[in-house]
Every structure is written in structure tokens, then in C-alpha cells.
């Protein structure tokens, strides 16, 4: 996986928005300082801002450094890495990522990491590779499963194979373009060399690369760790087993431990393979850049975007500024602020000069600061714009800056961005060890001071005095790093209207000039190579030596959440009671049902704008910033769920969500009480403007996403549910954005007017509050308060008989401008109660696993591919696929190979354990009692699925298999992709993006 950490904005400053979802009771046994004669401890530290135990030690061996971070959270993560400095673009680091995980020594069997996923309930497993690391997480609450992870990663990263096979597989090859006919012209394939086609064909991320190929051309950064796509033929499997050599030595890694594990433990599992290596002198460090004289600029070319409603304005500029080295703690903290300040909401200087004026439809590509590599950078421009206007957008960059420094930054929004800071140190959600790991991997890969890094409060008292101290600090700090910076590049990006066929020019002579080569001794090597692989891909492996899991160890025993429920001003309201470390949450879901149709398609927009577009005494502006003063943010989306008994019953709602530190529960809802009162409606260009913006950002998203929404248009023919899901989030939502961009707003106003006098009231709600029992009392009576205010009388939110919806056949093919394609096929099936569903949500997983990842990525190189059962629809799907209706001919052999008894034992636990991942993931505090507030499932009827899946049989799937894919009457067929000829003849609606 190629990772992309400037886009997470994993930094020290966005970790601490991240950083505390940890339980903070007190933490596990202190470490001993000897910990082991084999390693010496290097540092021992409490962080009390999150109650962990951090000790930093040293192999003594191999000098590996290794952080553990002892706390009282049972989702243990680990994660492995490496720093790695390709110095070419042949994506060396990248296919060393994907063969690594192909087999090793102690796990000699075909892609161990793909078969752990269905061994294991791990709550994540992945590898991915950076611009100069590479890293190898996973996390668990099941501590025998983590003993079996990291046996399993270690062996993969320090003694893998590396078969010629598996490079060949995951890399690239030559191999007739129809593997059944020796006389096919030899065409090159293969899974990254697809994946980095599909990713370089979007202009952003083409955009991004080139950018910080550009700012730092001296040494690895300017290359593509992931591997332009023409270069990755120059990659032999000698150079692959050279780089793993030089860079995957525990001299050159950087281990992580975290969670409720004892030190102990892991120093046994970890001493079984480093004792083994001796100390290896590696030069893997990443100089400094030199730094410029003088200003560059550089141009780059990308292909006309023909889903842009603006075609004069398809050019992008950026301004980027190379800055302080990573490891400078206190400078990176500073200038993460003064990325916030300068671009964080409607009031920051570059909103105001740049995107509110209408010039463009966002700000560029990886704007904002970043801090992934060595030196840190900040960048900011706009895409989208008129090639007249790229002079112009530089010249408001600079002005910007000079008003900035002149007049510096008003106190208020100052305080809203620490704010921020203070509540991210206490809002938990997600994966806190996982956040953390990949927070400080940027970092770590050139500190020897890891532990620093998490001392967050200093960094915050030290930047607090230095702006007390000296009112022009901020000020003094822009002109340093921004105005009087000459390493500063300005990188523009037009479109060029055959640059699509030049590329592909330029691969059609690649693979001319490497048939041409070829001897007929060539030829007959690689027809049996090729063969070869095809014989590995197709043997039913047995993989016994891998350790599992097993599911008799899984309790049938459920412990649901307590909910307390109350009526407060009429309004059902349910409470739970949670430590969430004096945060609290406030969740409403209005019902729309009262929604005339043709107004639907626009409650998406309607949701996202609300908090957006001012209130009562506050412009838009001065509404954000009190949103960032008070809480973690106001927002709303759209929500649509069907019955769980019942697939035509449904509810259809706005969801408004938002939580805050405890002493500002009055003010939270104090600004929900003035959105619902007096809602701004009456400023045009800042509604064109979010449009615009949120146009750009659904286009953009389809080339990262498009197996969802290709999954989301396929289930829209087959299910009720899946069809308004798609009007309000799938393809049918870029196109109504896309012709909405072109309009002035105003009339979309008006809609917004009359979706106002429907929704906002309480004549249809239901709320949902968490927090600890210490702040009970003032949550309840802050809530009552805010209800009793809005006008209404409160009736009982209960599912509607959908009437309207019929399934029908569809084949639909979405025309967009990438070389690779996205496809989904859904089928219609049973609702969350009803027996069946079980063993479909089974099914689903041994098909991903067994049949298509086998068929999809590996024998058709796709980066991705498999199956997905949720309620009413079974849905096939692949994601950046160089094959377009051949992928469907695998979505029915799928049925086939399943219906005809191919499905074992093993396969059968191995499919359930994957279901068990996600149904016994952690749930954080704050979001405690949320499954039956938002759709429906109880903790009876929960606990009632568990035990259902737990009896799944295998003659229970090819029951399904046979009632539900083979021969379905009716089913949903989409491809996301380039223009096909012929497909009209056998069926398809075409349509043009």
C-alpha cells in the first residue's frame, strides 16, 4: 500500500486532535529498568497526558531502537519499520512492501499476510510504504493474536523469500496478454505496476509527486518511492533482494509496542529473530536539501479532466516552501499552528484572499503544512483555475503574507486552534496505539528521541509563553519562514489535450522496446514463468503452519452498552454513561420523511452547510470560529437505514453530531440553539463557493474510492436503502454537484429555505447523549434547555413503508478519464434478522479470500478485489482493475465455485474470524450505544447475530450460494472507467463524467 501520510497530516500538532483515546486510568506495572541482557534501556518516561509508560531501548546486537508505550488499553499495536531511501523511481521500496508479505522462512506458504486476515481478529493489519519509510502495523485485543501477528511480521520482514515468482506477481512481467494463447503479444502486468497507473492518473496525486520531486530534487525525494509506472520496468528481482539487504536489517528498524502487553513478553518474541543478526553499518540517512538562492518554478502537464463543468479552468499553482527539519519539536509545532491560522476555516487569511473571490474551486493539492519527511514544508495554491489567473494566485500569495505580517492574527482565533489542541488531547475515538505509530513514524525515522515527541503539554506551555512574551511572534515567524524564504517553488500544472495519448504512447513503446529485445529462447522463458505463476496461483495451498485463532475461543457471552432513557421537552432522548474523559457528545437525528422527493437529492448539501453558513449575530466566519473555540466541531449528514427486519420499512434522517470539553456544554448548544433559529440563507457566493469545493473534493475522491462508489451505484438497481444512498452520496451526487458548480447559488438558497422550515424543529427527533456520571446532570439540563427552545411538538420517529422502489436489471457504465477501472455487481438478499444473513456476511469473506483475491489480483493484477455482504445486497467489487468485463465472468465463477462444494472446515472458521474482527472491534466511550440509536439493532438482536455467525456452517454457504448468486433474477452491474467500445450492443448505459 502506497502511503500517502501528508494527506493523514500526521504531525505533532494534528496528533494531539488524535492522541487521547486511551483509557486514563492507571497504567500497567512499571517497567523494569533491566529489562534484558539483551537490550539496554535508553530512556524511561511517564507521559501524563496519557497515562503511558514510554521506554526507549537498544538492541545490543544490532543497535535496533525499540519504544514500548505501557498503558491500560487492551488494543495492543506493533508495528516494524525501516527507514527506506530508494534513489530511483522504479518503486523498489514499494514492491519490496508487497513481496515481503509473500512468504517466509518460518511461513514458507503464498501470501501469509493476506491468509492472517482471516486468522486473526485483528482490529488492523496493514503495510505501507513512505516517501523515506517503510511500516508494518498491526493492532489486536486478543494477546495470543498478537503473539501470532508478530511472529508472523517479523519473519516476513527479516526472513522472507522473496521468490522470483512473487516479484514477478507483484511488481511487473512481461506475460502474454491472453495467458491461454502462446501466439498473444507479450504485454507488461503485474499488481503495483497497475496500482501506480490508477494513482498517477490522478492529476493531484501526479500534482503532489512532481511537487515534492521538485522542492527536493537532491537526493530520495526526488524519486517515487511508490514507482512511476514507466520506470518500474527498469526494477530487476536481483535489485529487489539487494534493497531488502541494505534497508531491512534490524540495524536500520524502528520497533513499536503498545498497549497492556508486559515488556517482557515482547523482548522474547523480539530476541528470537534479532539475536540472530549482528550489527551492520548502513547508510540510509537523508541529507539536508541545500537550500536555494533563489525562487524556482517549475511547470508539469497532466490530462484534461473532462468532469470538471469548468473547462477553461483546469489549471493548478501552487506555492511550496521548504522549512524546518522534523525533529526540531518546538518550530514544527509553530508552524503547524500557522498552517491553522493561515488556511484553517473561513477566516483565515488565504480562505479570504483565495478561495472566498471565486478564482478557483479549492485550495491545491497537498496545501497546508506537512511534516512526513525530513524538513517540513508548507504549501498553498488553487486548483481549478483559468491558466490567465496562475500569475495572479502567486501574486495574492505574497500579499497575503505581507498583510499577515503586518497586522498578525486576531486572539480569538489564536485560542480556537489551542483549543482544539486541548480537546484533541482528550477525545477518543478510533485506534489510539495505531494513531500513535503512524503519527510518530515521520518523526522517529530521523530522531533518536522518540519519547519527546510525546511530551505534548511542554510543547504547549513553551508556545504559550513564547506568543505571551512576544506579541509579534507569530508575526516575526511568517516573515522568517515564508516571506524571506528562497527555497520557495512555484509549480504550475496545465491541462494538455493529448497528453493521455502521448502516455500511452510512451507505454505502448515501452513494451514494443522490451518484445523487441527478446530472443525466442526469451519468449519460451517467460511463457513458463508465466505458466509457473499460473499453476502457483491456482494450488490449493496447505497452510497449517501459520498460527490461528480459533472461533470455540470467541464467548458467546455479549456485554451490551446501559442506556438510560429519558423524555426531555417530548424528545426521546437515550444516555449513556461512559469515561470520556469529561468530553461530552450530543447526537440528534431529525427525520425527513416530510421531505418532498424532488427536494432530496439536495439534504446532502443542505446537512453539510449548515454550521457553514453563519448564524443569528455571527457571519460565517465568526460562527467558525466559535465552533473551534467551543467544540470539536458542528456538523450534519445525511442518514438512511432500513429496518433490521425489514427491507422496505425505512428511516430517513439528518444527523447532527458534535461533543465538547464539559465546561462548555451551554456553549456547544448555544450555537446548536442559534443554527436552529436563524439560519444565514441570503449570501449566494458562499453558497457557490462550498459548492464549488465540494464538487472538486467528490470528483477527486472517485479515483481513490472508486470501488465505493461503483459498489454504491450496482446496489442502488436491487435495494431501497442502497438507491437513496446513492442519490445522496454515489455517482448521482458528482453529477448533481457538478451541474450545480455552474450556478450562482440562489437558487439553491431558495431550496435550502424550504428544507429549513421542514427540518428545523423537533417535530420529529431523536437525541443521543454520552458523557461521565459526573457531568450527567448539566448534560440533561443543557439538552432539555436547547429542546424546550425549538419550536415543535415531538412525534415518534418510526420506519415508512417504502412504496415507490422496485429492483430492476442494470448494466451502467461511468465514463471517466483513468486507464484503470473500478467494477461492482450486487445481488439482492435478506435483511439483518433473517438467518440467511449470517451466512451471506460469511460467504462474503471466504469468497474475498479463497476465490477472488485469487482470481482479481493475482491472476488479473488488479490492486484489489472481493465481496461484501450487508443488508439486502451481496455485492462483488474490484478497485483499480486493468481488466473491465471480464472481472464480472469472476463474479459468477465466484457463485459457482462456492455452490459446487469447494468451501472447507478451515475456510468456513477462517471467513467467520474475519466476521468477528468487525463485530468485536473496540468501541470507543464516546460513541457507546450508537449501533441501536442509529440503526435499529439492539443489544439482544446484536448478540442474537453473534451467535448466528458463530453456527455457520459450510453446507450453510453452499445453501446461500445457490439461493442467492447463482442465476439471480435481478442484479446491479456498474463499471467505473475509461470508454469501452461495444458495450451499448450488449447492454450498458453509458454515462459521460
Not at 541482557?37 to 531501548?57: H, N
Not at 503547524?336 to 488565504?350: D, I
Not at 505581507?402 to 486552534?417: C, M, N, Y
Not at 463485530?919 to 442474537?944: A, C, H, I, K, N
Request: proline fraction near 5%; charge should be negative.
Amino acid at each position: 500500500m502506497l502511503f500517502q501520510l501528508s494527506r493523514c497530516r500526521q504531525l505533532l500538532g494534528q496528533m494531539n486532535r488524535s492522541i487521547g483515546k486511551v483509557n486514563q486510568s492507571t497504567s500497567t506495572a512499571a517497567i523494569p529498568l533491566t529489562a534484558s541482557k539483551s537490550w539496554t534501556v535508553l530512556e524511561q518516561s511517564k507521559i501524563k497526558e496519557f497515562d503511558i509508560d514510554a521506554v526507549l531501548l537498544e538492541h545490543n546486537k544490532t543497535k535496533a531502537r525499540y519504544l514500548h508505550m505501557a498503558c491500560n488499553d487492551a488494543n495492543n499495536a506493533f508495528s516494524v519499520n525501516f527507514r527506506t531511501t530508494p534513489m530511483d523511481s522504479t518503486g523498489v521500496a514499494h514492491i519490496l512492501e508487497h513481496t515481503t508479505l509473500c512468504g517466509s522462512e518460518k511461513f514458507p506458504v503464498r501470501d501469509p499476510f493476506m491468509k492472517m486476515l482471516n486468522r486473526s481478529l485483528s482490529t488492523f493489519m496493514n503495510a505501507m510504504t513512505g516517501p523515506d519509510y517503510t511500516l508494518y502495523p498491526f493492532s489486536t485485543c486478543n494477546p495470543q493474536d498478537f503473539h501470532n501477528l508478530m511472529t508472523v511480521y517479523l519473519d516476513s520482514v527479516f526472513c522472507p523469500l522473496l521468490k522470483e515468482l512473487d516479484f514477478l506477481q507483484e511488481g511487473w512481467r512481461l506475460e502474454n496478454d491472453d495467458i491461454k494463447d502462446k501466439d498473444s503479444k507479450f504485454v507488461i502486468k503485474g499488481v503495483v505496476f497497475n496500482e501506480m497507473k490508477g494513482a498517477y492518473s490522478d492529476a493531484q496525486q501526479l500534482f503532489g509527486q512532481h511537487l515534492l520531486n521538485n522542492l527536493l530534487p537532491s537526493h530520495t525525494y526526488s524519486y517515487s518511492s511508490g514507482g512511476f509506472p514507466l520506470h518500474i520496468p527498469s526494477l530487476s528481482w536481483e535489485q529487489l533482494k539487494q534493497f531488502h539487504a541494505s534497508h531491512y536489517h534490524p540495524s536500520n528498524s524502528r520497533i513499536f509496542t503498545y498497549g497492556d502487553i508486559p515488556l517482557e513478553t515482547h523482548l522474547q518474541n523480539l530476541d528470537t529473530y534479532l539475536d540472530r543478526f549482528d550489527y551492520l553499518e548502513l547508510n540510509t540517512s537523508v541529507p539536508k536539501e541545500t537550500r536555494w538562492t533563489s525562487p524556482r518554478v517549475e511547470k508539469v502537464n497532466c490530462a484534461p479532466d473532462p468532469m470538471n463543468p469548468d473547462p477553461e479552468k483546469q489549471s493548478t499553482v501552487a506555492v511550496s516552501y521548504l522549512l524546518s527539519d522534523i525533529t526540531d519539536l518546538r518550530e514544527s509545532f509553530v508552524l503547524q499552528v500557522l498552517g491553522e491560522l493561515l488556511m484553517g476555516g473561513p477566516s483565515a487569511p488565504f480562505y479570504k484572499t483565495l478561495i472566498q473571490p471565486g478564482i478557483g474551486s479549492g485550495f491545491s493539492p497537498v496545501s497546508g503544512f506537512d511534516s512526513h519527511i525530513k524538513e517540513t514544508t508548507f504549501t498553498v495554491g488553487l486548483q481549478n483555475i483559468a491558466a490567465k489567473d496562475i500569475d495572479t494566485v502567486v501574486d495574492t500569495i505574497d500579499t497575503t503574507l505581507d498583510k499577515v505580517i503586518e497586522e498578525g492574527f486576531p486572539q480569538d482565533r489564536i485560542d480556537a486552534v489551542l483549543h482544539s489542541y486541548e480537546l484533541g488531547l482528550k477525545h477518543r475515538s478510533g485506534n489510539f496505539g495505531l494513531n500513535v505509530i503512524m503519527s510518530m513514524t515521520p518523526f522517529w525515522n530521523h530522531s533518536q528521541d522518540p519519547i519527546e515527541y510525546l511530551r505534548i503539554n511542554k510543547t504547549l506551555d513553551w508556545f504559550k509563553s513564547q506568543i505571551s512574551e512576544d506579541p509579534q511572534y507569530l508575526q516575526k515567524k511568517v516573515k522568517h519562514y515564508f516571506k524571506d524564504n528562497k527555497h520557495k517553488l512555484v509549480q504550475s500544472m496545465q491541462p494538455s489535450k493529448d497528453f493521455t495519448e502521448k502516455e500511452q504512447e510512451k507505454f505502448d513503446q515501452l513494451e514494443e522496446t522490451l518484445r523487441g529485445k527478446l530472443s525466442e529462447e526469451n519468449k519460451q522463458t517467460i511463457r513458463k514463468k508465466s505458466l509457473e505463476l499460473l499453476d502457483c496461483q491456482n494450488l490449493k495451498e496447505d497452510s497449517s503452519c501459520l498460527p490461528t485463532l480459533k472461533v470455540s475461543d470467541i464467548s458467546d457471552d455479549y456485554n451490551g452498552t446501559t442506556l438510560q432513557q429519558h423524555s426531555l421537552a417530548g424528545v426521546p432522548t437515550q444516555l449513556s454513561l461512559q469515561p470520556t474523559n469529561q468530553v461530552s457528545y450530543f447526537r440528534a437525528l431529525i427525520d425527513t420523511k416530510d421531505v418532498p422527493l424532488n427536494m432530496k437529492p439536495y439534504l446532502p448539501l443542505f446537512s453539510s452547510f449548515l454550521s457553514k453558513l453563519g448564524a443569528k449575530h455571527m457571519n460565517y466566519e465568526d460562527l467558525d470560529t466559535q465552533i473551534e473555540l467551543k467544540t470539536g466541531g458542528l456538523s450534519a449528514s445525511t442518514h438512511v437505514t432500513e429496518s433490521p427486519d425489514d427491507l422496505y420499512r425505512l428511516n430517513e434522517g439528518i444527523l447532527l453530531t458534535s461533543y465538547c470539553l464539559d465546561r462548555n456544554i451551554d456553549n456547544m448548544f448555544n450555537l446548536w440553539k442559534c443554527v436552529f433559529e436563524d439560519l444565514h440563507l441570503n449570501d449566494k457566493n458562499r453558497v457557490s463557493t462550498l459548492v464549488k469545493m465540494t464538487a472538486t473534493s467528490k470528483s477527486n475522491g472517485i479515483a481513490h474510492a472508486g470501488h465505493r462508489y461503483a459498489m454504491s451505484s450496482a446496489a442502488a438497481a436491487v435495494n431501497p436503502v442502497s438507491a437513496l444512498s446513492e442519490m445522496y452520496s454515489g455517482m448521482q451526487n458528482v453529477n448533481l454537484l457538478s451541474n450545480l458548480a455552474q450556478q450562482d447559488g440562489g437558487d439553491l438558497l431558495e431550496k435550502f429555505k424550504a428544507l429549513s422550515s421542514i427540518l428545523l424543529n423537533k417535530n420529529c427527533m431523536k437525541v443521543a447523549l454520552n458523557t461521565v456520571p459526573d457531568s450527567e446532570e448539566i448534560l440533561l439540563k443543557s439538552t432539555e434547555s436547547f429542546l424546550s427552545g425549538l419550536p415543535g411538538t415531538c412525534s415518534q420517529m418510526d420506519y415508512v413503508e417504502e412504496k415507490q422502489f422496485s429492483m430492476s436489471e442494470s448494466k451502467l457504465h461511468h465514463v471517466v478519464p483513468f486507464p484503470i477501472n473500478f467494477t461492482a455487481q450486487s445481488l439482492p438478499t435478506v435483511p439483518y434478522t433473517h438467518p440467511d444473513f449470517a451466512q451471506l456476511r460469511v460467504l462474503a469473506s471466504v469468497l474475498s479470500s479463497k476465490f477472488l483475491h485469487i482470481e482479481i489480483r493475482e491472476k488479473g493484477g488488479a490492486y484489489g478485489g472481493g465481496a461484501m455482504a450487508g443488508s439486502g445486497t451481496f455485492t462483488f467489487y474490484s478497485y483499480r482493475d486493468p481488466k473491465n468485463l471480464e472481472t464480472f465472468s469472476v463474479y459468477r465463477n465466484a457463485g459457482e465455485w462456492a455452490a459446487n462444494g469447494n468451501i472447507t472446515d478451515q475456510d468456513v472458521e477462517e471467513g467467520k474470524l474475519r466476521i468477528f474482527q468487525k463485530l468485536d472491534e473496540p468501541v470507543q466511550p464516546g460513541y457507546r450505544g450508537l449501533r441501536s440509536f442509529l440503526s435499529g439493532v439492539d443489544d439482544q438482536t446484536f448478540r442474537d447475530h453473534r451467535i448466528r455467525v458463530k453456527n455457520v456452517t459450510k453446507e450453510d454457504l453452499v445453501s446461500a450460494s445457490n439461493k442467492y448468486l447463482i442465476d439471480p433474477k435481478v442484479s446491479g452491474r456498474t463499471l467505473i472507467g475509461p470508454a469501452q467500445t461495444g458495450l451499448q450492443d450488449l447492454g450498458w448505459t453509458t454515462q459521460n463524467h
